[in-house]
Every structure is written in C-alpha cells, then in structure tokens.
C-alpha cells in the first residue's frame, strides 16, 4: 500500500476514533441523543409559549358604554364621563420610566397606544359624543391640517399592524337576523364567541403604580411582563388601579 494512502487511512481512523470518543461523551454526560436533542429543542424552538401569565377568556358581548353615539348617551348615569376614560387611564396610558440622568421620561405600552388610536379615530366619527376637552390625552384635532392628516394615518396603519399582530383565529359562525326589508338573513358580527385572551391587569396596574413609583429604565425590557414590573395581586397599587368597565370579563 503507497505511503500516501496509508497516511490518509490514518487520518480517517483518527478522525472516526474521535467521533465515536465524543458520541461517548455524550452518551454518558446527557443519558441519550434524544434528551441532548430535546434539551437543544427546548432551549432554540421552544413547543410552548414562554408567556407566563395564564390566558383569559373573554365573551365578546355589545358593550353599552362603548356604544353610544349621541353626547351623554354612551354612559347615561354618568354623563361627565367620556368614551376615551372607559378606555385609557388617566394618562392616557403613560409609563413613567425613571431614566439613568433620573429624569422622568414617559414611555408607550402599545395595548394602550391602540386605544389612543382607536379614541382619535372615534372622535372623527361621532364628534358630539366623544367630549374632548384640553385635558384629552386623544384629541383629533391638533389645529394643523396636515398634522392630523399625518396622526390619523398613523392610528389606521398601527390598529391594522396591531390587528394582523394579535391573529386572533376565534371561529365565528353566522347566526339568524331580520334585514331592513324583513328578510330572514344570517350575519356574523363576533358577538357572543368567547375568545382566549391576554389579560389587560397587569398593563393598567403598571401604568397606574408608576405614576408615583417610576420604573428604573434597567428593569424595561421588551414587554411589561419580560420587564417583571407588574405589580403581585397582593401589592397596594399606589395609583388609579381600578379597571372600567370594558375591561372585566371572564375569568379560568
């Protein structure tokens, strides 16, 4: 046999010896392939959702408050009261994060920003009911045409981006209903299906705690939950905690 192919057989038997060395290692460090494989699963491609607080569900039922259209009639035992404060708190749903100069600087929760978006957006619609005054946090109108044309295309794109994000897959079948000719038809309008939720506590309680207790900007991280700021049920929030009535739905 050449010199030359003996050296390259060599080589191979050594490069094999260390494979099934390091296989051995495995095995023995690990129990079996297959947990190294699932421990690797876990760790890159997670089967379950990292999410920690547990889903809600929530009936989608025609909220009263939210329906009105005329001043006074969305909440006719409490007219002072506008559709933006059944829906943002005082605010607006403002966090205040303490930053590392220890200045204030307010920071955005976008289940919050959605309903700004969505409080300007109304406001267009039905002006009479919408009760906008100088301490709005949603007005529509800042003055500058263009100004509003730019925010109100804004509240469009974010909603539709915030829609398509959420990808709620809740089935909803038709159900009977009379036209305005009489006719018997069938109509789908989301009413009465119960959908699996995140729920809405831990955001309002963290908005309402750091309006006297700001969060420390090294506890922001991507979300409220991944920031580990929300408040335990058992803590006294020290701010305006309490939830309207659009937020209270079922509960597991």
Not at 55 to 81: C, E, M, V, Y
Request: with cysteine.
């Amino acid at each position: 046999m050449p010199t030359q192919t003996r050296f390259l057989y060599s080589i191979l038997a050594t490069l094999i010896f260390l494979l099934f060395s390091i296989i051995g290692i495995i095995f023995s460090s690990t129990g079996s392939l297959v947990s190294l494989s699932q421990k690797f699963q876990i760790h890159v491609c997670p089967s379950e959702s990292s999410r920690r607080t547990p889903p809600i569900t929530r009936k989608f039922q025609s909220l009263t408050p939210l329906l009105g259209t005329q001043a006074g009639a969305a909440l006719p035992h409490d007219t002072d009261r506008s559709w933006e404060s059944l829906l943002l708190p005082q605010n607006g749903g403002i966090l205040k994060v303490r930053t590392d100069n220890n200045t204030i600087t307010d920071y955005g929760i976008s289940m919050f920003h959605q309903l700004h978006c969505l409080t300007v957006l109304r406001g267009l619609i039905f002006p009479e009911s919408s009760q906008h005054h100088g301490a709005s946090t949603s007005p529509s109108h800042s003055g500058d045409d263009h100004e509003d044309a730019v925010h109100w295309a804004h509240c469009f794109d974010y909603i539709a981006q915030a829609i398509i994000c959420a990808a709620d897959d809740t089935i909803e079948p038709p159900h009977p209903a009379i036209n305005k000719d009489g006719n018997r038809i069938l109509v789908i309008d989301g009413i009465g299906h119960t959908h699996q939720c995140r729920d809405p506590e831990p955001l309002w309680r963290a908005i309402g705690d750091s309006g006297s207790n700001p969060v420390d900007l090294s506890q922001v991280k991507d979300t409220v939950e991944n920031s580990g700021f929300p408040l335990d049920e058992e803590t006294t929030c020290q701010g305006d905690c309490s939830m309207p009535e659009p937020y209270q739905a079922e509960r597991n």
